[in-house]
C-alpha cells in the first residue's frame, strides 16, 4: 500500500478533482464514501479503480483491496479531506474513484431483462440516490434517467444509494421521446405512475419485462409522456398527503411487481 503524504502526487490530485462537477463529467469518474459501500462494491457490477483510506484505519478493507487487485493508498490526516466536498463534516475514512456505468440505452431494451425503472425529470440528488437504491433493492435491472435535472454521481447522490449504484446500471438521456420509442421499438410495455390515473397499480399486470415511468417531484411525469406510455396507475392516498416520494411511490409499485412475479410463479 503506496503513501501519499503530499499533494502533488498524481492520482490523489485526480481523485480531488472528483469533488467538482466539471472533471467529474470530463472524466467519467467519481467518489463513493465509506467502507462498508467500497467493500461490497467489490463484488459489485462496477468496481473501484483505486481507493483512498486515511492513513491506518480500515486495514480489513486495504487487505481486500489488494487481494482483489485494487491500487490502496494511504493519505496521511492533513490530506484526505481534500477528497470530500467543503462544507460536509463526515467521519469518513476511506474513499473509492469509480468509472461512469458505461451502458446505453439501446443496450438496456435489447436485453428484454426483468423491470426497468424511468425516471423524468428528477432533480434532487438525494431523491435520485434513494431511487437507485429502491430500484437496486427490488432488482430492476437498469435506471434509465429521462431529461436530467440531478447529477447520479454527485456527493449527495451518491451517498444516498448506500453503495446501490455499484450494482445498479444508470443511463442517461437527454430526453423522454427518444426513450419511449426505442422501448416501443423493442417491445416493452411502458407503465407510468401518476396521480392522475384512474387505474390503481395493483389492478395492472406488473409480470416482467415492462418499464415504470416516474415524474419528478414537482409535477410528476409530462402530459404528453403520459398520454405516449401504453398504461398510467396511481396509487391511492388518504389523509392529508397528496404526494409521495419519488423513491418511495416507485418502491410500492416495484414491490408489488415482485409481489407479482412471486405469486405467479407458484
Known sequence: MESIKQLKHPVFRAACRLTETAPRQAERRFLMEGASHIAKALHAPL???????????????????ERAGIPVY????????RLLVSGYETNTTSVAVFPFWDVSL?????????????AEGIQD?????????TADAARASALILASPRADPYSR???????????????VSCADSVTVIESF????????????????????????APFCLWVGNEEQGLLPDTRTALDTVVRIPMSGGAHSLNVAVATGIILFEAVKQRTVFRQ
Open 47 to 65: 468496481r473501484p479503480l483505486q481507493v483512498f483510506i486515511k492513513e491506518e484505519a480500515e486495514p480489513d478493507l486495504a487487505d481486500a483491496c
Open 74 to 81: 494511504s493519505v496521511s490526516k492533513g490530506l484526505f479531506h
Open 106 to 118: 439501446q443496450e438496456v431494451c435489447a436485453r428484454r431483462e426483468a423491470v426497468v425503472v424511468v
Open 125 to 133: 440528488p438525494r431523491n435520485l440516490g434513494m431511487l437507485i437504491r
Open 156 to 170: 449527495a447522490s451518491v451517498r444516498s444509494t448506500t453503495g446501490s449504484i455499484a450494482f445498479l446500471p444508470v
Open 184 to 207: 416501443r421499438q423493442h417491445g416493452w410495455r411502458q407503465v407510468g405512475s401518476s396521480a392522475h390515473a384512474e387505474r390503481l397499480f395493483w389492478e395492472e399486470d406488473l409480470t
